[in-house]
């Protein structure tokens, strides 16, 4: 029995509780929605009037009421619905659509499918939007330049063929093509400095670079048997020509201890130069595997790729190891087939340099005195 006298009724603290309850769900359900002032304010003015009759409802019937009332409101489009939770994996058909939607599961949709956040994406958009024409014909639009961008991360991060990718994107296939061709533009344009070169893009470069001098440039270092380095690369046993800036291992069955220890240390220092390129080419797809492609943008596309990579890195964007895993066709969980030849012999018995045999030699030696 109630304070009203209603024998069914509520109590006053239970009247109280179905305001509050009823207020939550109002609150939970107002989402931004493009509306007209006119039709805002006559929303605002509905929605007071039906927090006002749950708040003041003198007994049951009233309160039942007012809660019945607020149910059809809510069916009717007075309080708009935010955007749902994705509870399940969203379907709307087209990639682009999904990215274009906007609730708590985007970010990690971003970073399944362009391989970045939501917040470094419009950077990127921001930044290279000064860099893309935005082409106006008699017969569309030009498209939005997010788009463009998500496309040509899409396709680097998938790997995917442009039929597939574009039809992703609601786009046919020349205008797939012209928008890599543009996004690569872009990113090599908007992010000059992101890539360090240390000497020429090209082997010629690299060759007459060495025979200037500037090939290295680190202080003198000085190595037992009077050898001096400024630096090298690493490289295995699968170079012709052995180079006095490369240092292969010996290789070899019967080795001494001294280099059987140098060429573990040396493979232990490529091991983290083909573990940079294996998730490189993990984390962009387009690169992990052969495919059909323009070899004349290649080079292009692959130092964009670079970019973006490096970019990414001094955003503190982590790796996702899982990228590194596969499913084959008999549901077998392995490591992905990065394509990176291991030590071989097949340029063994070719080095003909003697700067080069005398520089690991220098190195071994220098090795075994520490």
Known sequence: M???????????????AVAMAVTAVVVNTMGDKESSSHDMLMRLRQ?????????????????CEAVVQLCVALT???????????????????TWEDLRLRDNATDEYFRQ???MSTTMFNQIVAVCDAYMEKKVTHYRMPLPVEQLIAFTLYRWASGETYEN?????????????????????????????????????????????FQSGGLFDATPENLPHGVVTRGYLLGDNGYPVACPW????????????DAERFDTRQKVARGCVERAFGRLKCMWCLFLRTHKTNLETLPQQFVAVCTLHNILLDAGIDFDENLLWEVDAN????????????????????????????????????????
Request: with cysteine; glycine share 10%.
């Open 76 to 94: 009717s489009g007075v309080f708009p619905r935010q955007t749902p939770r994705w509870w399940i994996k969203r379907r709307t058909g087209r």
């Open 331 to 370: 549901d077998v969980r392995r490591r992905v087939d990065l394509g990176i030849v291991g030590n071989d012999e097949r340029g063994r018995g070719r080095c003909t340099n003697v700067e080069g045999e005398l520089l690991r030699d220098a190195l071994r030696d220098r090795l075994t005195l520490m």
């Open 246 to 257: 490369i240092v292969s291992p010996y290789g070899g069955i019967d080795q001494d201890a």
């Open 2 to 16: 109630d304070s009203h006298g209603c024998s069914n009724g509520l109590r006053e603290e239970e009247i109280d």
């Open 113 to 115: 499918n362009l391989r």
């Open 47 to 63: 929605r007071r009037a039906l927090l006002q009759s749950v708040a003041e409802a003198p007994d049951c019937a009233a309160t």
């Open 165 to 209: 990718g574009t039809s992703a994107f609601g786009i046919d296939r020349a205008t797939g093509l012209q928008a890599v061709r543009d996004v690569t533009s872009a990113l090599l344009q908007a992010y000059p400095d992101a890539i360090k070169w240390p000497m020429g893009r090209r082997r010629a470069q690299i060759l007459r670079a």
